[in-house]
C-alpha cells in the first residue's frame, strides 16, 4: 500500500462545475499537506498549505483536511478551464529533517467549456 | 524573486553517456530539493541539502547519481552511464526554514534516454 493514495482520473467535467479531489494516507506522522497544480510539461506550482484539521479557503479554492480520518480534499468550485492540469497532494513529516514531500498519483482534471 | 530556474530543459542522450543538470534555487533559499517524476506519477524524493550539507537521499539514489551544491546555492544532479529506466522529468525545489518549510519547484529538466 502507498503512503499516499489519489482519487484515478482523469476527470472531465463542464465550465462552472464543483469539483472534489481527494487523497487519503496512511502515514500518520504526515502534518503538512499540500495541493499542487501541474501544466503539462511544467513544474508543480502550489495552490494550497495547511497543517491544522479544518478548512482553508483561497479564492474558488478550499483545502479540507481531517487529521483524525487522514484524508485531505481540494474543492474547486465554479471551475474555468484555465483549471484544466494535473493536480497532486503532497505531504511531509515535519518541516526540518522529515520535510521532503510525499506525492500522490496526481488526478487530470478538463474542464469543458 | 526570479524563482527556481532549471537548465536545461530538456536532454537527451544516448544510453550510457553521462547527464548533468543545473538547479539555480530562489535567492536565500537555504534548502534545495531534487524529485523525480515520470509519466503518469507523482514526484518521488531524490535528495535534499541544507545549504551545503546533503542531509538525505532517497534508495532511488543508485550510485550512479551525484548530487552536489558546493557553496549553498545552486545544485548540480549528475547521471553516471545513463540508462532507459532514467527517462524522467527531474524537478528542483527549494524552501526557506523557518517558513513552514513550503517548497517551491523549478520547471524541471526531462531527460530522454535513447
Known amino acids: 500500500q502507498k503512503e499516499v493514495e489519489q482519487d484515478p482520473g482523469p476527470l472531465s467535467v463542464p465550465e462552472g462545475a464543483i469539483v472534489s479531489l481527494n487523497c487519503t494516507y496512511s502515514?500518520?506522522?504526515?502534518?503538512?499537506f499540500m495541493w499542487y497544480r501541474q501544466y503539462s510539461r511544467k513544474g508543480p506550482e502550489l495552490l494550497m498549505y495547511?497543517?491544522?484539521?479544518g478548512n482553508k479557503e483561497d479564492g474558488r479554492f478550499t483545502s479540507q483536511l481531517n487529521k483524525a480520518s487522514q484524508y485531505v480534499s481540494l474543492l474547486i468550485r465554479d471551475s474555468q478551464p484555465s483549471d484544466s492540469a494535473t493536480y497532486l497532494c503532497?505531504?511531509?513529516?515535519?518541516?526540518?529533517?522529515?520535510?521532503?514531500?510525499?506525492f500522490g498519483k496526481g488526478i487530470t482534471l478538463s474542464v469543458r467549456p | 524573486d526570479t524563482g527556481v530556474s532549471q537548465d536545461p530543459r530538456h536532454k537527451i542522450t544516448k544510453r550510457g553517456q553521462n547527464v548533468t543538470f543545473r538547479c539555480d534555487p530562489i535567492?536565500?533559499?537555504?534548502?534545495l530539493y531534487w524529485y523525480r517524476q515520470t509519466l503518469g506519477q507523482g514526484p518521488e524524493f531524490l535528495t535534499y541539502?541544507?545549504?551545503?550539507?546533503?542531509?538525505?537521499k532517497s534508495r532511488l539514489l543508485s550510485d550512479r547519481f551525484s548530487a552536489e551544491r558546493p557553496k549553498g546555492s545552486f545544485s548540480t544532479l549528475e547521471i553516471q552511464r545513463t540508462e532507459q529506466g532514467d527517462s524522467a522529468m527531474y524537478l528542483c525545489?527549494?524552501?526557506?526554514?523557518?517558513?513552514?518549510?513550503?517548497?517551491?519547484f523549478g520547471a524541471g529538466t526531462r531527460l530522454s534516454v535513447l
Open positions: 525545489a527549494s524552501s526557506l526554514t523557518g517558513v513552514g518549510n513550503i517548497q517551491y
Open positions: 502515514n500518520s506522522a504526515f502534518q503538512y
Open positions: 495547511t497543517y491544522s484539521s
Open positions: 503532497a505531504m511531509s513529516a515535519g518541516t526540518g529533517a522529515n520535510s521532503k514531500l510525499t
Open positions: 535567492s536565500e533559499h537555504n534548502r
Open positions: 541539502f541544507q545549504n551545503e550539507a546533503q542531509l538525505e
